[in-house]
């Protein structure tokens, strides 16, 4: 995620009103969400500290008995050399629905009123009420490890989160799961 866009069209615009809107509010490509409650401005620092948070949560954990863990590696070695494909594609399962868009101005310290607007000192997303901001696949992990995350990854961001799932989606991708016999 980048700090700031490449090129504006102005590089000091009014301020977005963050009210409710519909824009944003159903979950686009994967299972289960995280909705915002109220609306506010989120910056780089939160939107990358609660990113930080879902990825810290969801790598696998080291084992203890490191003989097991050899074991194991060397398996997948061993898989890895009688097939033609040496890097499997890493599977994409969080997707974060929003940009750095707006920038927010100010003034230094100690300067009297008058000359002028401030300059750029931040950039900001301005993100209205019952916004999704991430959106998680369910395939990987089940729904109650999911909303333990975004419990989690909520603590860092400003305003108060409610999780959500599309359960037309949560069907479909159990249905896959599921075995014929």
Same mark, same amino acid.
């Given at each position: 995620?980048?700090?700031?866009?490449?090129?504006?069209?102005?590089?000091?615009?009014?301020? @977005?009103?963050?009210? #409710? &809107?519909?824009? /944003?509010?159903?979950?686009?490509?994967?299972?289960?969400?995280?909705?915002?409650?109220?609306?506010?401005?989120?910056?780089?620092?939160? *939107?990358?500290?609660?990113?930080?948070?879902?990825?810290? =949560?969801?790598?696998? +954990?080291?084992?203890?008995?490191?003989?097991?863990?050899?074991?194991?590696?060397?398996?997948? +070695?061993? =898989? *890895? !050399? /009688?097939? !033609?494909?040496? #890097?499997? %594609?890493?599977?994409?399962?969080?997707?974060?629905?929003?940009? *750095?868009? *707006?920038? =927010?101005?100010?003034?230094?310290?100690?300067?009297?009123? /008058?000359? &002028? %607007? /401030?300059?750029?000192?931040?950039?900001?997303?301005?993100?209205?009420?019952? $916004?999704?901001?991430?959106?998680?696949?369910?395939?990987?992990?089940?729904?109650?490890?999911?909303?333990? @995350?975004?419990?989690?990854?909520? @603590?860092? =961001?400003?305003?108060?989160?409610?999780?959500?799932?599309?359960?037309?989606?949560?069907? $479909?991708?159990?249905?896959?799961?599921? +075995?014929?016999?």
């Amino acid at each position: 995620m980048k700090k700031f866009p490449n090129n504006v069209v102005y590089s000091r615009p009014h301020k @977005i009103k963050t009210m #409710k &809107g519909t824009k /944003g509010i159903n979950l686009s490509r994967y299972t289960a969400g995280l909705r915002l409650k109220s609306s506010s401005y989120i910056s780089y620092e939160q *939107l990358e500290a609660s990113r930080r948070v879902i990825s810290r =949560l969801v790598k696998p +954990k080291e084992v203890k008995n490191k003989k097991n863990q050899k074991i194991a590696l060397s398996a997948q +070695k061993k =898989l *890895l !050399r /009688g097939s !033609r494909r040496t #890097k499997a %594609k890493r599977k994409k399962y969080l997707l974060i629905r929003s940009n *750095l868009c *707006l920038p =927010l101005t100010k003034k230094p310290l100690q300067v009297r009123m /008058g000359k &002028g %607007k /401030g300059s750029v000192d931040t950039w900001v997303y301005s993100a209205k009420q019952s $916004r999704v901001i991430f959106e998680m696949s369910q395939q990987q992990y089940k729904l109650d490890r999911i909303k333990t @995350i975004f419990h989690s990854t909520s @603590i860092k =961001l400003p305003t108060t989160t409610k999780f959500t799932f599309n359960r037309t989606r949560f069907r $479909r991708e159990s249905n896959f799961k599921r +075995k014929n016999i």
